[in-house]
């Protein structure tokens, strides 16, 4: 499984856009990048996935350059209530009927200031 | 549709007693993996578990820990004769796996502390 690195923490200021990146050199083909959040005591939410190129939905983006040796979560105008750690993980999605055990970092610790 | 539903939220046991936690999956998830976080780390995988099935207990210490998801009722993690490091945030999360979406959906955690 395909290590990754990110920085261990972040500060910003409400409004700002926060950009973590996560550098995975050892990713193989058929790896996925996936990003999840997660709040203190609470368990990680999904936020983001991709593969190659750039992914946007309505609470993110993600950033994938060609050789795909590391990837960027983009998160717009950020507010107090992100404040949370960001966990980028690599991994291959199974065949249909198959499983994915999640493999966590340490994450990123975002504190968004007022 | 309620989410993942963890119990108990708290839990405290004093060294080698047993603790017993629970995960109710999402309705219709038939996929149950279980990790556990100590502080300041992620996530490490436990186990992975079907109904009645244990697929993937390679996270799992040999002893002590076991898992099971029977056909009706929760998900259980079973610790016998706690011990003070087996005080951490015990995750459950439930998937739907049906082609390639296997997007993992956790619940709110059961901390364990031991005395």
């Known amino acids: 499984l395909a290590k990754t690195t990110q920085p261990i923490s972040m500060d910003s200021y409400e409004g700002q856009e926060v950009n973590i990146t996560c550098s995975h050199n050892?990713?193989?083909?058929?790896?996925?990048i996936t990003w999840y959040q997660q709040f203190p005591s609470q368990g990680p939410r999904f936020i983001i996935q991709g593969y190659k190129t750039k992914v946007t939905n309505e609470v993110a983006s993600l950033f994938i350059p060609a050789d795909r040796k590391s990837s960027t979560l983009s998160l717009p105008r950020v507010s107090l209530s992100d404040t949370a750690v960001y966990y980028c993980l690599v991994g291959d999605l199974p065949v249909s009927g198959g499983y994915n055990k999640l493999i966590f970092g340490a994450g990123t610790r975002l504190a968004v200031h007022p | 549709n309620a989410g993942v539903m963890q119990n108990p939220r708290h839990l405290v046991r004093r060294r080698g007693q047993e603790a017993r936690l629970r995960c109710s999956p999402m309705k219709g998830h038939s996929h149950v993996y279980w990790y556990r976080q100590l502080p300041e780390e992620g996530l490490k995988f436990m186990v992975y578990l079907q109904k009645e099935n244990i697929i993937d207990e390679s996270g799992m210490p040999k002893e002590r820990f076991s898992a099971e998801f029977p056909k009706e009722g929760p998900s259980i993690l079973r610790i016998q004769q706690v011990v003070r490091g087996d005080s951490a945030a015990y995750f459950c999360?439930?998937?739907?796996?049906?082609?390639?979406?296997?997007?993992?959906?956790f619940g709110p955690g059961t901390r364990l502390t031991v005395l």
């Open positions: 999360a439930s998937s739907l796996v049906r082609d390639n979406n296997n997007e993992q959906f």
């Open positions: 050892n990713i193989a083909t058929n790896d996925y």
